[in-house]
């Protein structure tokens, strides 16, 4: 097992950082992009379902050959969810930024 003391410190600073302002600000950060997205993707996943049942005739048309717009939504969303995964990589980008600078903060000597 390891030293109680430290992991006693280990409690502390943890909590000391996610008490601060940098910290809430990182955490509102994310939400702001991790919500908005995960609310419209599963709209747009439950979307098929609904509309197969409630607008067949809709998703029944006919775009290319055999090819109907149901099966287009369907291969959408692969195109969806590889774009909602590239947005967050970029914004994960922001996110490391602020945690460094949060750590950065906790090391000694740091600004923090």
């Known amino acids: 097992m390891g030293d109680p003391t430290k992991t006693a410190h280990t409690t502390a600073e943890w909590d000391r950082i ?8 990182l955490l509102a950060v994310k939400k702001v992009f991790i919500v908005p997205a995960f609310v419209f993707f599963l709209a747009y996943y439950f979307a098929l379902s609904v509309l197969v049942g409630y607008a067949p005739h809709l998703m ?11 099966y287009l939504f369907a291969l959408s969303q692969f195109v969806v969810g590889w774009l909602i995964a590239w947005l967050y990589l970029k914004a994960a980008a922001r996110f490391d930024a602020i945690a460094d600078d949060i750590l950065d903060k906790t090391r000694p000597g740091g600004s923090g």
């Open 60 to 70: 029944s048309i006919r775009v290319i050959g055999t090819v109907t717009v149901a």
């Open 18 to 25: 996610a008490d601060s302002p940098e910290f809430q600000n």
